[in-house]
């Protein structure tokens, strides 16, 4: 048991150490400026050069290299199989307890941490990831709540001036069961149209893996939060309000990491999705998001594994606990559905010929994430990350259309030779016309068929 607890601290102390220090890569990448930059000034066939200090890269991978040697010498290796089933039966047994005892019953989730001990330290970092995200959604649909009263104090003040009784019903959506089944059927349904539109064919045995595990391991994420909010009812109001303004307001959310201090959320996802891949602690947690080998929608979830889920389920259910029939979970935001979407879109292995239908990573630098698994491990807009570390795939380019390279600089800075050493280029174009950016996949299907185990570049 002392060896979890000791193991956990140790990766949290290789998060703080470096989560705060990526301002030391480029003045404008701990606030994610850079990464917009390198999308704005990339138009109408221009490249954009960015200079970065490459000392950051190198000690952030020596000391994940000692980390990983720590982890396989500190953790007992477990098999994944036994681990998984375990898994299934804490999330089959919660979800029974939370029908029958209601919210009371969220406390049985920790049972989790006894089959699975190093998931813990995944679901704190999944948390800290998506803490500005829900902080931002508290207040703007608190505000909304402000808003919607007013607009029905006002309408219900002009309604007795006309009709007395017009104005008082006020619509509110139950969290029932019809919901949440035509809530899952959507989602659904928004899964199979990615992959008839747009995704590369696969068989109906490999078809029915990919939907029935997905369901396992992601729409239960969403069936606990269903559970454990089961009956509240959602002020129509305020969901519309909230809806609209967490639309307009797509920039709040890098603000409250800077209130909060916190990096950009691409680096925190980037850090957390590294150490998530640590030996053991892959075991425990992620590998259930990379069980199956290649990805299609239905392996889009809110939080890739189910053992990552514990306290991003605190985070949706606990404010709307405390505060019953005005709150409601972000998973309902309007907004959060366009998010699903562009997830589903990540997983889903785009065809060469059906580019351009789900708007996301056509150029599949996530897919090739779940045939590598070592490597390509940041956002797309943020695939900068993965070629500053080395962490790209050993055929990816780039992303989007862009081709990105990253080398040493050209005018050596003068002063001291490690300055010299430290001083990179990262230079981004758009890609030639009718060229391939990506070859994971074509390369890795030449040479192993179906098997498709090719190795990243990276750690
Ligand atoms: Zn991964
Ligand atoms: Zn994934």
């Known amino acids: 048991m002392l060896c979890y607890v000791e193991a956990t601290w140790k990766v949290l102390q290789f998060y703080s150490k470096y989560v705060w220090q990526f301002g030391r890569i480029h003045e404008h990448f701990y606030s994610g400026l850079l990464f917009v930059r390198l999308y704005t000034e990339t138009v109408e066939g221009a490249e954009a050069r960015f200079d970065l200090n490459g000392q950051f890269a190198r000690d952030f991978n020596a000391d994940f290299g000692r980390l990983e040697a720590q982890m396989r010498q500190l953790l007992p290796p477990c098999r994944f199989e036994p681990l998984l089933v375990k898994s299934l039966l804490v999330r089959l047994l919660w979800i029974v307890a939370l029908v029958r005892f209601g919210p009371w019953a969220l406390p049985v989730g920790l049972l989790q941490f006894a089959v699975a001990p190093m998931s813990f330290v995944c679901c704190l970092l999944n948390c800290f990831s998506n803490l500005g995200g829900a902080l931002t959604h508290w207040v703007v649909t608190f505000l909304s709540v402000l808003v919607a009263k007013a607009i029905v104090g006002a309408a219900a003040i002009c309604g007795r001036l006309v009709a007395p009784t017009a104005w008082q019903v006020r619509p509110v959506v139950e969290l029932n069961l019809q919901f949440v089944l035509a809530f899952l059927a959507i989602d659904l349904l928004a899964s199979l149209l990615l992959y008839v539109a747009s995704a590369e064919k696969v068989g109906l045995a490999c078809f029915c893996k990919h939907l029935v595990f997905g369901f396992l391991n992601g729409t239960t994420t969403l069936i606990v939060v269903f559970a454990a909010l089961a009956g509240i009812q959602i002020d129509v109001a305020v969901w519309v309000v909230s809806g609209a303004l967490a639309f307009k307001l797509p920039h709040a959310v890098p603000w409250v990491h800077y209130l909060l201090s916190q990096p950009h959320a691409a680096i925190l996802y980037y850090c957390e999705h590294r150490l998530q891949h640590l030996p053991v602690v892959y075991t425990h947690s992620h590998k259930m998001h990379h069980y199956l080998h290649d990805t299609l929608p239905f392996d889009a979830s809110k939080t890739n594994s189910m053992n990552e889920a514990f306290f ?66 940041s956002f797309g807009y943020s695939a900068c990350l993965d070629f500053y570390f080395g962490t790209e795939g050993r055929h990816t380019r780039g992303i989007d259309g862009k081709v990105y390279s990253l080398g040493p600089a050209e005018e050596k800075s003068k002063g001291a030779e490690e300055d010299k050493r430290d001083a990179l280029v990262l230079r981004v174009h758009p890609l030639r016309e009718g060229s391939r950016l990506n070859d994971n996949y074509v390369r890795a299907t030449k040479c192993h068929g179906n098997a498709l185990k090719t190795s990243g570049r990276g750690s």
């Open 312 to 377: 991003w389920i605190l985070l949706e259910t606990l404010p709307c606990l405390l505060a019953p029939n005005l709150l409601y979970p972000t998973t309902l935001l309007p907004a959060a559905w366009y998010g699903d979407w562009l997830e589903k879109a990540n997983h889903t292995r785009t065809a060469e010929d059906r580019k351009g239908f789900e708007q996301q990573d056509s150029d599949n630098f996530h897919a090739d994430h779940h045939i590598l698994h070592t490597a390509n491990f």
